[in-house]
């Protein structure tokens, strides 16, 4: 009976404890992952954001533009402006060690941190034409959109960089004017994404993985926290990628949209599962024991067996109460390891949960500070005030529409303090919001407005229609070649008001990245606070762009009473 009892045992504390580790690992690197996707992205979008500064630069544009057909270098002068320009990119962000721009005449700029780099260049200006290249196909098929490749694609440096190569269109006339190819240093710009969970696991490691261009069944490693050879990636790649349940590995993972790779955790199942044979051998031993010596006796080891064994399952099933810190202190015994080892895991994820929730109040902070320091509302209003004036006397027309814009977009963001607004004044938000987006972009952009007068006259929560604009000039306008119109619609209902915001651009098809970021989520959160979860923005692809529909009731008086006695 011992035996039986003790092989039992063993069996089921195998398979619970197993299950908790896995289910632990899972938890574990769910919120890893996704701090880790949020970091390479924020990366990212610096170097894109760095890339398409370019396109502001009208000496860049017109440079680029002037062809020599004679040979596949710019004329001098041309050369050292186009240099100037790429050298402060790369001066100003140590992640980005090479640029390369080439325009529709095959004439080819380089720049670089590394001197011995510009030799390997040579070959695209005496031997090969860089137009021909694969990768230049890809960033025409794009019309704009950064394409990330996970090495190096204009010569070889040992797997150190990566490579964006982007088509450069003429944002006076949208046409084709050249490529920008920049090389990015991987330990830079992803290595401070990952954090290590756990040394104990000689199998568990972070890696970054992209699909080839050529081939969708084959997968390229971008960067990993790990040596590992070419067989164990493919290895590992095929398991993680098949709809299978794979028997040797646990993965968990997260897509990051602007490179279009994917983040993934692996470690070895047999490695993670030691601990729970150790057990099961354990309890097989001590029951042959017990068959042989005296029952007090095998009631004492019996004793100290299982005082651990329980001790982790009253853990197990206070974290199923919701009890997530484990604070009980377990033995050197091979249960009282695995405690150990349960703690720890425990404890980890919840320290990585609170990191995560410091990192989102800090953000908070950082905008209540940036809110609270960078108005002095008659300071500021004074001072734009004078550059209004100063542009009249000096007959700068657009100049002083463009102050008056901004100044007009400040004194409606700060709404002297009240949570409402009228829709009138929201909407001459957004129409100065949309002028100083035409002035940046030469008319790109345009506004429409359809919204009775009846509708101007009501209150509704501030700063929820102008962020939906903006995400539409961002999401929906911007990465077009055309031009582009945002349409912001209103109707009055006998008790509530709904709004729609439209635009006619390239579209999204995964609503879940737009609804995901920060500038929506926050409308979200500010809605289902003040007027209700049933409330929500809704999100939809139209087909020909994306339209965003929010329903909210009509403020009465006593509503508006309230919040002034809350102010």
Do not use: C
């Amino acid at each position: 009976m011992s035996l039986l009892t003790a092989l039992i045992l063993g069996i089921v504390v195998y398979s619970v404890s197993r299950k908790t580790i896995e289910d632990q690992y899972y938890k574990a690197y769910e919120n890893s992952l996704g701090v880790a996707s949020e970091v390479i992205k924020l990366s990212l979008r610096s170097d894109v954001e760095q890339a398409r500064s370019l396109l502001t630069e009208n000496a860049f544009i017109v440079s680029l533009k002037e062809g020599n057909e004679e040979t596949r270098t710019f004329s001098a002068s041309r050369n050292k402006i186009i240099q100037e320009f790429l050298q402060d990119i790369i001066s100003s962000n140590n992640e980005i060690r090479d640029i390369l721009v080439v325009n529709a005449y095959g004439n080819i700029s380089f720049v670089s941190q590394n001197d011995d780099n510009l030799r390997k260049v040579q070959k695209y200006y005496y031997e090969e034409e860089i137009l021909s290249e694969s990768f230049i196909e890809d960033a025409s098929e794009a019309k704009g959109k950064e394409v990330f490749y996970p090495g190096n694609v204009i010569f070889d440096d040992e797997n150190e960089t990566f490579s964006l190569v982007k088509e450069i269109i003429d944002p006076v006339n949208y046409k084709h004017i050249g490529f920008l190819i920049m090389n990015i240093r991987k330990e830079n710009a992803l290595s401070g994404a990952f954090g290590r969970m756990d040394e104990a696991y000689g199998t568990d490691y972070e890696m970054i993985v992209a699909k080839d261009r050529q081939n969708e069944n084959s997968y390229e490693l971008v960067y990993a926290t790990a040596d590992i050879s070419k067989e164990q990636f493919m290895e590992v790649t095929a398991a993680y990628y098949s709809e299978a349940e794979n028997p040797d590995y646990l993965f968990e993972g997260r897509h990051n949209n602007l490179s279009d790779w994917d983040i993934i955790n692996v470690i070895s199942k047999a490695e993670l599962g030691n601990h729970s044979k150790y057990i099961a051998m354990v309890d097989i031993v001590i029951g042959a024991i017990l068959i042989a010596i005296a029952l007090p006796i095998s009631y004492m080891i019996s004793g100290y067996i299982t005082r651990p064994l329980y001790l982790l399952e009253e853990n197990i099933q206070s974290l199923g109460e919701g009890n997530y810190h484990v604070d009980t202190e377990f033995d050197d015994s091979e249960p009282g390891r695995i405690g150990q080892k349960f703690k720890d895991v425990v404890n980890n994820n919840l320290e990585l949960e609170k990191k995560l929730i410091q990192t989102e109040l800090k953000e908070r902070e950082a905008e209540l500070l940036l809110m609270q320091t960078q108005i002095n509302p008659h300071y500021l209003y004074n001072t734009l005030d004078t550059l209004y004036m100063m542009a009249i006397i000096k007959n700068e027309d657009e100049i002083a529409e463009f102050v008056q814009a901004l100044s007009e977009n400040f004194r409606l963001t700060l709404n002297k303090g009240n949570k409402l607004i009228m829709v009138e004044d929201e909407v001459r938000r957004i129409q100065a919001y949309m002028k100083i987006q035409s002035y940046r972009f030469r008319g790109k952009y345009s506004l429409e407005i359809n919204m009775g007068a009846d509708i101007l006259r009501e209150r509704i929560l501030t700063f929820i229609l102008q962020p939906l604009v903006e995400n539409a000039v961002f999401h929906g306008l911007e990465t077009q070649a055309d031009k582009g119109t945002v349409t912001v619609s209103g109707e009055l209902g006998s008790d509530d008001m709904t709004f729609i915001v439209e635009d006619d651009g390239v579209g999204i098809e995964d609503m879940t990245v737009l609804e995901s970021g920060y500038g929506v989520r926050n409308i979200r959160e500010r809605i289902k606070l003040f007027y209700g979860e049933e409330y929500m923005p809704v999100f939809e692809n139209t087909g020909h762009g994306t339209r965003v529909t929010i329903t909210v009731p009509r403020i009465t008086t006593a509503k508006m009473m309230e919040e002034n006695f809350g102010k």
